[in-house]
């Protein structure tokens, strides 16, 4: 190709001289995407400010990226500035030997023996949950679930990661996470986003819930070094952990990483899918009494336990739907970092590659009825050859979710604990809509009443 040839690149829209397609991205991001595949096909580019993206809509380009040549593309520079600030270099962010270490250090920690007893926490808390909403549910008053799976997720993370009661964590904590994820929504809307360095009010909140929460990791990771390490909460097991082709452990700083990234993830993902699950089910009464069947056949009104989730399919395919038509996570992307092809066209070093959940969830060419929630395509059967592209709430390849199997294993014990105890009715007003941020939530939460079962 001579200087005079221009470079060949995928089709897209030319948007505003300045800002691209930002404004539209900005006012409805999942309408967007969605667009763009319908009209470009497999591959299209996009620019929103001064980022331009090459957005995939082929199982086929996000298996390349993903899987057969991940370490050709890394973290983009979008995720590492919304969350980079916050989690430092824990396992989200971090890239090469540094994070193949911390891969290698975490990945035997998560055993089904660790899962056994964390399922003991997760039924524990959710029962004391529902029996909290016996006099909602006695007087008919409506509250706002979403609120509530969030505290329950919040609940269970700080109990299996710090080995803390909620409880006793204080409100400052609680809402320092809430500020973090905050300011990760406000680097992902921005797209260019000021410097954290810059004081402006938001920066000056972040600085100050981030002390919060470095103080108390800090302070429990230095108590820890004081005392034995007997515990069965994931940073013990993580102070514990050697790497198994060095024998190096995690540093101070490594563990706090980790846990903030932990903390962050493990709860948010879930509280979503949670919210989600429990709206579906409220619209689709045949498959919320199918769920609940199969929780009085196999649990006879007690709640479940590790051992029993193998039984409780139709579930844990309620749970996969539920995440194909509203991800938590919507969207990701990479950034190439040597020079590779995608479609015919030439990927230079810097490009960001972007792929939608929310799109290749809902591909008429890789679903049958697309739009309908339907938990039984996610059968044996019909699952069958699925391509890692077409279905991928956790990501895919090496950098697949660590704790996609725990995120799993808590809605499978949440769901029927609940619906054992409750018939879960969500209001028809305001409406359950989603809200596109840094998970996909439903904009105006999720108003319910709890319908007590007969008996």
Same mark, same amino acid.
């Given at each position: 190709?001579?200087?005079?040839?221009?470079?060949?690149?995928?089709?897209?829209?030319?948007?505003?001289?300045?800002?691209?397609?930002?404004?539209?991205?900005?006012?409805?991001?999942?309408?967007?995407?969605?667009?763009?595949?319908?009209?470009?096909?497999?591959?299209?580019?996009?620019?929103?400010?001064?980022?331009?993206?090459?957005?995939?809509?082929? &199982? /086929?380009?996000?298996?390349?990226?993903?899987?057969? $040549?991940?370490? #050709?593309? !890394? =973290?983009?520079?979008? @995720? %590492?500035?919304?969350?980079?600030?916050?989690?430092?270099?824990?396992?989200?962010?971090s890239e090469g030997d540094l994070w193949k270490q911390q891969r290698r250090l975490l990945q035997p920690l998560f055993t089904?023996?660790?899962?056994?007893?964390?399922?003991?926490?997760?039924?524990?808390?959710?029962?004391?949950?529902?029996?909290?909403?016996?006099?909602?549910?006695?007087?008919?008053?409506?509250?706002?679930?979403?609120?509530?799976?969030?505290?329950?997720?919040?609940?269970?993370?700080?109990?299996?990661?710090?080995?803390?009661?909620?409880?006793?964590?204080?409100?400052?904590?609680?809402?320092?996470?809430?500020?973090?994820?905050?300011?990760?929504?406000?680097?992902?809307?921005?797209?260019?986003?000021? &410097? /954290?360095?810059?004081?402006?009010?938001?920066?000056? $909140?972040?600085? #100050?819930? !981030? =002390?919060?929460?470095? @103080? %108390?990791?800090?302070?429990?990771?230095?108590?820890?070094?004081?005392?034995?390490?007997?515990?069965?909460?994931?940073?013990?097991?993580?102070?514990?952990?050697?790497?198994?082709?060095?024998?190096?452990?995690?540093?101070?700083?490594?563990?706090?990483?980790?846990?903030?990234?932990?903390?962050?993830?493990?709860?948010?993902?879930?509280?979503?899918?949670?919210?989600?699950?429990?709206?579906?089910?409220?619209?689709?009464?045949?498959?919320?009494?199918?769920?609940?069947?199969?929780?009085?056949?196999?649990?006879?009104?007690?709640?479940?336990?590790?051992?029993?989730?193998?039984?409780?399919?139709?579930?844990?395919?309620?749970?996969?739907?539920?995440?194909?038509?509203?991800?938590?996570?919507?969207?990701?992307?990479?950034?190439?970092?040597?020079?590779?092809?995608?479609?015919?066209?030439?990927?230079?070093?810097?490009?960001?590659?972007?792929?939608?959940?929310?799109?290749?969830?809902?591909?008429?060419?890789?679903?049958?009825?697309?739009?309908?929630?339907?938990?039984?395509?996610?059968?044996?059967?019909?699952?069958?050859?699925?391509?890692?592209?077409?279905?991928?709430?956790?990501?895919?390849?090496?950098?697949?979710?660590?704790?996609?199997?725990?995120?799993?294993?808590?809605?499978?014990?949440?769901?029927?604990?609940?619906?054992?105890?409750?018939r879960l009715d969500v209001m028809p007003s305001p409406p359950v809509v989603p809200k596109p941020t840094l998970t996909l939530?439903?904009?105006?939460?999720?108003?319910?009443?709890?319908?007590?079962?007969?008996?």
């Amino acid at each position: 190709m001579t200087a005079s040839t221009p470079a060949k690149v995928p089709p897209g829209p030319a948007g505003s001289f300045l800002f691209g397609s930002l404004r539209d991205f900005r006012a409805n991001p999942l309408q967007l995407l969605m667009q763009l595949a319908t009209e470009y096909g497999d591959i299209c580019r996009f620019r929103v400010g001064f980022l331009e993206f090459y957005l995939l809509n082929h &199982p /086929d380009l996000i298996t390349h990226v993903l899987v057969d $040549r991940d370490k #050709h593309y !890394k =973290k983009s520079r979008l @995720d %590492l500035e919304a969350f980079g600030p916050f989690v430092g270099q824990g396992l989200l962010t971090s890239e090469g030997d540094l994070w193949k270490q911390q891969r290698r250090l975490l990945q035997p920690l998560f055993t089904q023996q660790m899962f056994e007893a964390y399922s003991q926490t997760i039924t524990d808390y959710t029962t004391e949950m529902v029996d909290r909403w016996k006099p909602w549910a006695e007087s008919g008053k409506t509250f706002d679930l979403a609120e509530e799976m969030t505290a329950l997720t919040m609940r269970v993370i700080t109990r299996t990661i710090l080995g803390l009661d909620f409880a006793g964590v204080s409100k400052e904590v609680t809402e320092a996470f809430e500020i973090g994820i905050d300011y990760a929504n406000s680097v992902m809307d921005t797209v260019v986003p000021l &410097p /954290d360095w810059v004081p402006t009010p938001g920066h000056v $909140r972040f600085h #100050h819930s !981030k =002390k919060v929460l470095f @103080d %108390l990791v800090n302070g429990l990771i230095e108590q820890r070094r004081r005392t034995s390490l007997e515990g069965k909460d994931l940073l013990t097991l993580m102070m514990r952990a050697r790497d198994e082709q060095t024998g190096a452990a995690f540093s101070d700083d490594m563990l706090r990483d980790q846990v903030l990234t932990f903390f962050g993830a493990g709860h948010e993902t879930t509280a979503q899918s949670l919210k989600w699950s429990f709206s579906m089910l409220s619209r689709h009464p045949y498959v919320e009494q199918k769920v609940h069947a199969e929780a009085q056949r196999v649990l006879g009104g007690r709640a479940p336990t590790f051992k029993e989730l193998g039984a409780l399919e139709y579930t844990k395919m309620v749970i996969h739907e539920v995440m194909r038509l509203w991800p938590a996570v919507w969207m990701l992307d990479r950034e190439a970092v040597v020079e590779d092809e995608l479609a015919g066209y030439p990927v230079p070093p810097g490009t960001q590659v972007a792929f939608s959940q929310w799109v290749m969830h809902r591909h008429p060419a890789y679903w049958e009825n697309p739009e309908g929630f339907d938990p039984e395509r996610f059968s044996p059967e019909r699952s069958a050859g699925r391509a890692h592209g077409v279905y991928f709430p956790f990501g895919a390849g090496p950098r697949v979710c660590i704790g996609n199997t725990f995120a799993l294993m808590e809605m499978q014990l949440i769901i029927p604990t609940i619906l054992q105890r409750y018939r879960l009715d969500v209001m028809p007003s305001p409406p359950v809509v989603p809200k596109p941020t840094l998970t996909l939530r439903p904009m105006y939460g999720v108003p319910v009443r709890a319908i007590p079962r007969e008996g």
